[in-house]
């Protein structure tokens, strides 16, 4: 495991805990510069391929979703713990599929259903991108929809 600070190749284990859906997260600290980190290891059954809009297949990454949570989540009162879960969450059900090809639109329908129970704001934000909006009209629809709820 490299440090992503400094990419030294020694670190050291500061803590281990088990989660009931076979995740085993880790915080370390690097040998070298002393900055902290967090790793996360599972158990993957199925290589899981993304069939994305344009038809090519990718290799399943978690760090894209979360990579994506943080720019809907910007400047917003969610912590990096509660993306991680929400992460976790949408990784877990699409394994629970048992199938070796998702589509993206599954996924990014995942994080839509997940995310509205943690930020709205971030919740609008991910959607208008997702959603490919052109039109003020359409914020006007899923703001009605977010006040309904």
């Not at 900055?35 to 990718?58: N, Q, S």
Request: hydrophobic share 30%; proline share 3%.
């Amino acid at each position: 495991m490299r440090c992503p600070y400094c990419n030294a190749e020694n670190s050291k284990t500061l803590e281990t805990r088990d989660s009931p859906e076979n995740n085993t997260r880790r915080r370390r600290e690097c040998v070298s510069c002393s900055k902290r980190f967090t790793t996360y290891e599972y158990v993957e059954t199925v290589e899981l391929m993304v069939r994305k809009k344009d038809g090519k297949l990718e290799r399943f990454d978690v760090n894209k979703i979360i990579r994506g949570l943080q720019k809907a989540c910007e400047k917003r009162p969610v912590t990096m713990s509660q993306l991680n879960a929400l992460a976790s969450q949408v990784r877990s059900d699409l394994m629970l599929k048992g199938t070796e090809e998702i589509a993206s639109r599954e996924i990014g329908d995942l994080i839509i259903k997940y995310l509205k129970n943690v930020d709205r704001i971030a919740y609008i934000r991910f959607a208008s991108v997702y959603k490919q909006f052109e039109e003020p009209e359409d914020f006007r629809q899923l703001l009605l929809e977010v006040k309904k709820k």
